[in-house]
C-alpha cells in the first residue's frame, strides 16, 4: 500500500512539482536574455552568462524530476505485499498504471493524478493526502 498507492501519489507530485518550477525558472531565464543584450560591457556579458545559467539550472530541475519518477517507477518491487491490507485487483491496477506512466509522457504522469484520486473515491482506498 505504501509502495504502490501513497508513494506512487506522492513521486507523481514531486515530479509535477519538478517539472513546472523547472520550467518556469527557463521561462524566467529566456525572459532575462533580451535584458542583458541592451547593456553594453562587462555587465552584459554577466547578465547574458547569467541567463544562460538560469535555463541550464530549469533544464537541469526538469530532468532531475523526469529522473526520479522514472527510478521510482522501475524499482522492481514484489506484487503482493504480504500483508492483505490492499487487495490483488488494485495492485494489479497501479502496476497498470505504472507501466502507463512509464512508457507514456508528462500526460499519462498527471493523469494518474487524477486516476489514484479517483480510486481513492471509487474503490475505498484510503485518502490520498
Not at 500500500?1 to 519538478?18: D, H, P
Not at 552568462?49 to 532531475?64: I, K, M, N, P, R
Amino acid at each position: 500500500m505504501q509502495f504502490y498507492y501513497f508513494g506512487l501519489y506522492r513521486a507523481l507530485k514531486r515530479y509535477r512539482f519538478a517539472t513546472v518550477l523547472g520550467w518556469v525558472i527557463v521561462f524566467i531565464g529566456c525572459a532575462s536574455v533580451p535584458l542583458g543584450c541592451e547593456l553594453v560591457g562587462t555587465h552584459a556579458l554577466t547578465d547574458l552568462t547569467l541567463s544562460c545559467c538560469t535555463v541550464v539550472a530549469g533544464l537541469t530541475l526538469v530532468q532531475q524530476g523526469i529522473s526520479s519518477l522514472a527510478e521510482y517507477i522501475n524499482v522492481p518491487f514484489p506484487t503482493d505485499d504480504g500483508t492483505g491490507t490492499i487487495p490483488r485487483a488494485h495492485v494489479d491496477e497501479l502496476v497498470q498504471l505504472m507501466k502507463d506512466v512509464d512508457e507514456g509522457g508528462w500526460q499519462e504522469a498527471h493523469a494518474a493524478i487524477r486516476t489514484l484520486k479517483e480510486m481513492a473515491t471509487t474503490r475505498g482506498l484510503p485518502a490520498l493526502n
